[in-house]
């Protein structure tokens, strides 16, 4: 063992080395024992969101796949404690239990009716042409207007524009989901029905704008970051050639960063297909299947928040919310992999 004297004597500098750059061997071991806690506590917490994450999915899955199974009868008795008679709680279980609770099928009826007590029924095909419906209209609007105004920031754009566009974009991807619900209520629907005169303007076109206006600011962010990322020296080179900028912006600029925008085109919709006030509060959530964009929707995941909280355990009511949410993880989460995918290929 050395001396202190000898551990804690600077060593002699050498040429070209400051004397500065010297730590105590005691210092070192400190932060050697420090980045060995950090380390410990960082992957401590990544383990414990890993599980987390891996036990929802879970959960997801074997619920929503439990629709496919056979259902055991509701016990009559929770069902009279709803406040029913025992003949309708007795009509009631024989309808939710069993395998004809949901003999309808998910994905081969559009009558979602659970709480029907003669004869209840689940399929999801209306619930998916709502989704489908709004948030198809949201990508519509927002992917080609969401990669215009990033090509116009990209490209022609003044720097004090640029300066003032990123702070606007931010502050409109943060407004609160509820304000946007509560101005398709109040401002867009009364619009709507005027325009269109309509009973109410609570449609599906009032959700799907909603939803472009919430997807505009990821297509703008994401097709932004896409068309920076093409090497100046591109530009350069067709400028030099004696190509103009729209030119160039068209046979240089966006075939080296299509990937980059498709991806963004797909977040766009991917946030338009998870959001739920917004369509709970402005699409009317009318258990018929709509018919065109001035009928109201009900979404599902509008559905999800109505429904699941009172659904009973384990019911087919139960079990069916529980397969439209693994409906809609599915196709969310094909959508981000494939997006995510074209944003790593996408580099020129």
């Not at 974009?169 to 009364?190: D, F, K, Q, T």
Request: aromatic share 4%; proline share 7%; glycine share 10%.
């Amino acid at each position: 063992m050395l001396s202190p004297e000898r551990s804690l004597a600077p060593p002699e500098p050498a040429e070209g080395v400051r004397l500065s750059a010297w730590r105590p061997p005691i210092a070192d071991a400190h932060r050697a024992r420090h980045d060995r806690v950090m380390r410990a506590l960082v992957a401590a917490g990544a383990g414990v969101v890993g599980l987390m994450l891996a036990g929802f999915l879970g959960v997801l899955t074997v619920k929503g796949l439990s629709a496919l199974w056979p259902i055991p009868p509701v016990d009559p008795a929770l069902i009279q404690a709803a406040g029913l008679n025992a003949e309708e709680a007795a009509r009631a279980s024989a309808a939710l239990g069993g395998w004809e609770g949901l003999s309808a099928g998910l994905l081969r009826s559009a009558r979602w009716a659970p709480q029907a007590l003669d004869t209840p029924s689940f399929g999801a095909l209306g619930l998916m042409g709502s989704t489908a419906l709004t948030t198809g209209l949201a990508a519509l609007i927002a992917a080609p207007l969401g990669v215009a105004v990033a090509i116009y920031l990209n490209a022609f754009a003044r720097p004090f524009e640029r300066a003032w566009a990123r702070p606007a974009i931010e502050l409109l991807a943060a407004l609160p989901s509820v304000l946007l619900g509560l101005i398709g209520v109040s401002l867009l629907g009364p619009a709507l029905a005027r325009l269109f005169n309509l009973p109410s303007g609570l449609v599906a076109l009032n959700g799907g704008l909603l939803l472009a206006l919430m997807a505009l600011p990821t297509v703008i962010a994401v097709a932004w970051e896409a068309l920076n990322a093409v090497p100046q020296t591109f530009t350069e080179a067709s400028l030099a050639l004696g190509a103009d900028r729209v030119t160039t912006l068209w046979r240089v600029t966006l075939p080296a960063s299509w990937r980059g925008l498709v991806a963004a085109s797909l977040l766009g919709l991917g946030r338009a297909l998870g959001e739920t006030m917004a369509v709970l509060m402005a699409c009317g959530n009318s258990e018929a299947p709509p018919t065109s964009l001035l009928s109201p929707a009900h979404a599902m995941t509008a559905t999800l928040a109505l429904e699941l909280p009172g659904a009973l355990r384990d019911s087919a009511h139960q079990r069916a919310l529980f397969a439209l949410g693994l409906m809609l993880l599915t196709i969310s989460l094909t959508n981000q992999l494939v997006a995510r995918r074209l944003l790593r290929q996408g580099a020129p």
